[in-house]
């Protein structure tokens, strides 16, 4: 029983970090060219705007399997340097789950060169309300236990993201703060701690000028209550033809952390590492993405992957507005 207990709160550990923080997880939906979910000043970088609606699920063959749905728009208001955006989202996790919205704020400074060069630094901030949901109605206990109430528990609460980012030709670099204000639930009992900030940085290059493009990129968390790290490393491949661009790629994330499991005979460790291929059309001004992420490591809770689907439209740009090879803001 202590075997099968350990090996259990390992993959809760690793395997699904979303349980533990408040927000839109981070998972790979910004690679489907929808970075504003992740970065607030993203908000209106090119000209016109972008509406992207994300579905992910998990596990097919899990009851109660987290399942997650975003939608978002954002648009730049004219020739002006100011972007707004708001985001809408819903988050379930067995008995647990969120919903909530934001409203975006990003202003953009040119920083130089003529109508044609991109070179801006943006800035942005997200203000929403977040609800938190925990359903014990259902659950059962041998022992009585004085913290499970056997109710709906739901709590509310005001929330901010802050984000910079810097965008240069070809290369791009983003910085934010989640949950920049650090309040939290206080859903599961008085001790749990508010402290939900989480930080994020990324940067990337596009290569090549012709038909076809290169993007490496990489992306950094940091949680600052558990003191999580975790890496993703990308590279996409973007082939131009006459209806628009088909892409791909593939993004690898790793933990810096481990967590500790026990098995018939030994101990062991393992840290959370997802291969996550995705492939995507743009046909005139839509958008198609879909990726699939699959956990490595003798430590899981099923052998199905993680499966997203990512729907986009963009509007209000004629023509490309800046002379490189930069899909997030050209579209």
């Given at each position: 029983?202590?075997?099968?207990?350990?090996?259990?709160?390992?993959?809760?550990?690793?395997?699904?970090q979303?349980?533990?923080?408040e927000?839109?997880p981070?998972?790979?939906?910004?690679?489907?060219?929808?970075?504003?979910?992740?970065?607030?000043s993203?908000?209106?970088?090119?000209?016109?705007?972008k509406?992207?609606?994300?579905?992910?699920?998990?596990?097919?063959?899990?009851d109660?399997?987290?399942?997650?749905?975003?939608?978002?728009?954002?648009?730049?208001?004219?020739?002006?340097?100011?972007?707004?955006?708001?985001?809408?989202?819903?988050?379930?996790?067995?008995y647990?789950?969120?919903?909530?919205?934001?409203?975006?704020y990003?202003?953009?400074?040119?920083?130089?060169?003529?109508f044609?060069?991109?070179?801006?630094?943006?800035?942005?901030?997200?203000?929403?309300?977040?609800?938190?949901?925990?359903?014990?109605?259902?659950?059962?206990?041998?022992?009585?236990?004085?913290?499970?109430?056997g109710?709906?528990?739901?709590?509310?609460?005001?929330?901010?993201?802050?984000?910079?980012?810097?965008?240069?030709?070809?290369?791009?670099?983003?910085?934010?703060?989640?949950?920049?204000?650090?309040?939290?639930?206080?859903?599961?009992s008085a001790?749990?701690?508010?402290?939900?900030?989480?930080?994020?940085?990324?940067?990337?290059?596009?290569?090549?000028?012709?038909?076809?493009?290169?993007?490496?990129?990489?992306?950094?968390?940091?949680?600052?209550?558990?003191?999580?790290?975790?890496?993703?490393?990308?590279?996409?491949v973007?082939?131009?033809?006459?209806?628009?661009?088909?892409?791909?790629?593939?993004?690898?994330?790793?933990?810096?952390?481990?967590?500790?499991?026990?098995?018939?005979?030994?101990?062991?460790?393992?840290?959370?590492?997802l291969?996550?291929?995705?492939?995507g059309?743009?046909?005139?001004?839509?958008?198609?993405?879909?990726?699939?992420?699959?956990?490595?490591?003798?430590?899981?809770?099923?052998?199905?992957?993680?499966?997203?689907?990512?729907?986009?439209?963009?509007?209000?740009?004629?023509?490309?507005?800046?002379?490189?090879?930069?899909?997030a803001?050209?579209?």
């Amino acid at each position: 029983m202590k075997q099968h207990l350990l090996i259990l709160l390992s993959f809760f550990a690793m395997g699904y970090q979303s349980a533990a923080q408040e927000g839109v997880p981070v998972y790979f939906d910004y690679l489907a060219d929808n970075y504003y979910l992740v970065y607030p000043s993203m908000a209106g970088i090119g000209e016109g705007g972008k509406i992207r609606a994300t579905i992910r699920k998990q596990w097919f063959s899990v009851d109660e399997a987290p399942n997650m749905q975003t939608l978002n728009a954002h648009f730049r208001v004219g020739e002006s340097s100011s972007g707004f955006g708001a985001t809408v989202f819903n988050d379930a996790n067995g008995y647990h789950s969120q919903t909530g919205f934001k409203l975006t704020y990003a202003h953009h400074l040119r920083l130089g060169g003529d109508f044609r060069s991109l070179n801006q630094l943006s800035f942005g901030l997200s203000a929403g309300i977040q609800q938190s949901n925990l359903d014990e109605s259902e659950f059962v206990s041998v022992i009585p236990d004085p913290i499970i109430t056997g109710s709906r528990n739901s709590v509310g609460y005001f929330n901010m993201d802050l984000g910079m980012s810097y965008n240069f030709m070809e290369f791009y670099a983003h910085a934010a703060v989640h949950n920049l204000m650090g309040r939290g639930r206080d859903l599961y009992s008085a001790i749990e701690s508010n402290n939900l900030r989480k930080y994020l940085i990324s940067s990337g290059y596009v290569f090549g000028k012709s038909e076809w493009q290169v993007e490496p990129s990489v992306l950094f968390q940091f949680t600052e209550f558990t003191q999580e790290k975790a890496i993703d490393i990308n590279a996409k491949v973007y082939k131009s033809v006459d209806f628009g661009t088909v892409w791909g790629g593939i993004s690898y994330r790793r933990s810096f952390d481990g967590a500790q499991y026990q098995t018939a005979s030994d101990f062991g460790e393992q840290r959370l590492q997802l291969f996550t291929p995705i492939v995507g059309v743009n046909y005139k001004n839509f958008l198609v993405s879909y990726n699939y992420s699959y956990q490595m490591g003798d430590v899981r809770f099923d052998n199905g992957g993680f499966h997203q689907i990512t729907l986009g439209y963009d509007f209000g740009q004629t023509e490309k507005r800046y002379d490189c090879k930069c899909p997030a803001v050209n579209y």
